[in-house]
């Protein structure tokens, strides 16, 4: 069916995609659009998602962290970039794991004291560069796909801290379930993360949201701010700014 591959060849370019963009693209209704990606999940084109569908399976996406990094490059480093600037000298703060927090280790540019707790090897090993940050790295067992430490030890070492903000990557942000995470120990970790925090900001490109993964880390009512990409759909940002929370997007540098 012609309508079948003009969804395939969309989902190619894009890895996820909306039932309503769908809907508008085809002119057909959701009903139809739902049968439709049920259909090629049954042939096992795509994975239905909630709101959509992705090439990738959300709950089992455990690519390794160096091939995740080659994804979206330029809206993590621009992102990373903006979310940079919220750190001010002698803050506390905690940057969890991920490739896009991992760029975030790359633009610190301190020129005073900062504190920093990491569960990521990928950023103490960033920050080491600079006499300036004291890095405290958390301990635990170690995931081969993220480079990061989960577990008791981890967790243990949280109770005694306190912070000014936290930058947290996701796998996923649905407006209903919230965010998460492939790792159901990860999740855990970053919820609790979220709680020794003032302020957690997420850091995460556009193609993270309307997607839902394993481990559930938080509801959005604990998130503060989310700083993104210019693609994010103006009704995604409206229903972020409806419940409270600071929406940045970071457009792309003109060419002028």
């Known amino acids: 069916m012609e309508r079948h591959q003009l969804i395939l060849e969309r989902l190619e370019r894009q ?35 909630h709101g ?33 600037k919220l750190i001010k000298p002698n803050d506390s703060i905690i940057i969890a794991s991920g490739t896009t927090v991992q760029q975030l280790a790359r633009a610190i540019q301190p020129k005073e004291k900062l504190n920093v707790i990491t569960s990521s090897f990928f950023v103490a090993l960033e920050l080491l560069k600079h006499k300036e940050i ?17 577990g008791h030890y981890a967790l243990q070492i949280l109770n005694n801290i306190s912070c000014n903000q936290l930058f947290l990557g996701v796998d996923g942000i649905d407006l ?22 003032q302020r957690t900001t997420i850091l995460a ?26 693609r994010l759909e103006k009704s995604i940002q409206k229903k972020l700014a ?13 060419n002028t």
């Open 176 to 197: 209903d379930y919230g965010c998460t995470t492939t790792s159901l120990e990860e999740a855990v970790l970053n919820e609790k993360m979220i709680s020794c925090a």
């Open 15 to 49: 890895k996820h995609i909306k039932v309503l963009e769908l809907c508008d693209i085809l002119d057909v209704s959701a009903v139809t659009i739902r049968k439709d990606l049920k259909l090629l999940e049954e042939k096992g084109l795509l994975f239905r998602t």
């Open 134 to 150: 004291e890095v405290i790295q958390l301990g635990g067992n170690v995931r081969h796909s993220s480079s990061s430490v989960i």
């Open 52 to 84: 959509g569908a992705s090439l990738e399976n959300p709950y089992i996406n455990e690519r390794p962290i160096q091939e995740k990094e080659k994804i979206s490059i330029e809206e993590k480093s621009r992102i990373a970039e903006v979310a940079a």
């Open 205 to 230: 490109d556009s193609s993270k949201f309307g997607k839902r993964s394993f481990g559930r880390i938080c509801g959005l009512e604990h998130i503060d701010e989310i700083i993104t990409d210019d």
């Open 242 to 254: 409806d419940i409270g929370i600071k929406v940045t997007m970071v457009p792309k540098p003109s």
